[in-house]
């Protein structure tokens, strides 16, 4: 699989995943720019190639890995995701977070072996215990294949097991960068882990943030040429752009310190990107809002309710708040905000964003002014 090419439409949800993280990986030209040592340098380009390689095969070839490619779409059944959620949450949530994690076990099963291991020239030497660790951690509810199911696997792409530890066949000089970005991920959640995921080179040795360019990049072309148009606008209506480390492929726009405007690259393929453009928060007065988009043209009025950030139920726990806009009953996400949402915004959408940023902002200074 070249995943070089743009590509929206996918066999199976399994193979979006895979495609999103290979597309998220940070090109080496950006990566590699604080990595001096020669030695080292060698070791991240083989430790990339070998990661590209097995997500590649793994694209090609899901069965090989024992990845459940069209489970989802075989539980759905030609039904909508979100009606299913609805209906049967749990179950429906179950095989959605199974296809969610199918590849990111592997990635799991590679920093577990960097962080218990230890380098000794072309092998990685991993003791009885730490295999045993790692045999524990590898077989999850949400990814639940055996160390020995994924070790086989890996032997596709030159990995196998010898003499207590590992070796490369085609990558022999991969393991010195894999540990080094494995002893910065202690956990397998958080920023580190996600340089870790994304063979972000850069967080070796440096407190590094990730820029709106990593997340803008990896998307197929008419995403990300909507992803900088909006940030311009953003920029141009006095918008700072924000990325919390905790929020990853999330960038957050903001007006005098409040929440304008997201732009989130997080779906499961590099074909998705979400814009959400927040209004009004649950405890603004909400008739201000009203108030506002009332005196614009009808046609722009049935615009914005149909992109309304409606819940859909993203949890369980709860099914949304009711908020009135328009004199329309809205049951929403966001605690009750009002806050409108487009999945790819074509041309169009854009323009409409950008007029709806500048009502924010004039709703913001009113607030402000109040106080």
């Known amino acids: 699989m070249d995943f070089s090419i743009d590509i929206a439409e996918f066999p199976s949800a399994v193979h979006a995943g895979i495609y999103s993280i290979a597309r998220n990986i940070i090109p080496a030209r950006r ?48 039904k909508k995701q979100n009606g299913m959620k609805q209906k049967f949450p749990s179950k429906t949530k179950n095989i959605i977070a199974l296809t969610r994690n199918a ?41 639940p294949l055996s160390l020995e199911t994924r070790l086989e696997a890996l032997k596709r792409v030159g990995l196998t097991e010898k003499n207590g530890g590992f070796v490369s066949e085609k990558y ?30 850069r967080n070796l040795g440096l407190n590094h943030r990730a820029s709106h360019e990593d997340y803008f990049d990896a998307l197929i072309a008419p995403q990300r040429e909507a992803a900088y148009a909006l940030h311009n ?25 409040a929440e304008v405007m997201m732009l989130s690259t997080e779906g499961d393929c590099a074909s998705q990107l979400e814009v959400r453009l927040t209004c009004a928060y649950g405890w603004d007065d909400q008739s201000l809002i009203n108030q506002r988009l009332g005196e614009e043209p009808k046609a722009f ?10 819940c859909d139920a993203c949890s369980t726990s709860h099914l949304g708040r009711f908020v009135t806009l328009l004199g329309k009953r809205q049951r929403v996400c966001g605690g009750g905000s009002i806050a ?27 607030l402000k002014a109040a106080k």
């Open 233 to 257: 606008i953003a920029l141009e209506n006095g918008l700072r752009p924000v990325i919390d480390r905790g929020k990853f492929y999330k960038v957050d726009y903001k007006y005098k310190g």
């Open 340 to 366: 409108f949402r487009w999945h790819n915004p074509a041309d169009g959408d854009v323009i409409m964003i950008e007029k709806l940023i500048g009502i924010r902002r004039a709703l913001i200074d009113e």
């Open 31 to 78: 990566s590699l720019i604080y990595i001096d040592d020669a030695a080292m340098r060698a070791s991240c380009e083989a430790y990339l190639g070998f990661y590209v390689e097995m997500l590649s095969d793994m694209y090609d070839h899901p069965d090989a890995y024992s990845l459940p490619a069209l489970a989802l779409e075989n539980y759905l059944g030609g």
């Open 301 to 310: 009025q049935k615009e914005v309710l149909r992109h309304v950030w409606r």
């Open 172 to 201: 022999p000089h991969m393991f010195p960068a894999m540990r080094a970005l494995t002893l910065k991920a202690e956990k397998l959640s958080g920023f580190n882990f996600h340089a870790f995921i994304t063979a972000d080179f």
């Open 103 to 143: 590849a990111r076990g592997y990635v799991h099963l590679l920093c577990l072996l960097g962080q218990k291991g230890e380098v000794d020239r072309d092998t990685l030497i991993i003791s009885p215990e730490g295999r045993a660790e790692v045999a524990k951690r590898t077989k999850t509810p949400v990814s």
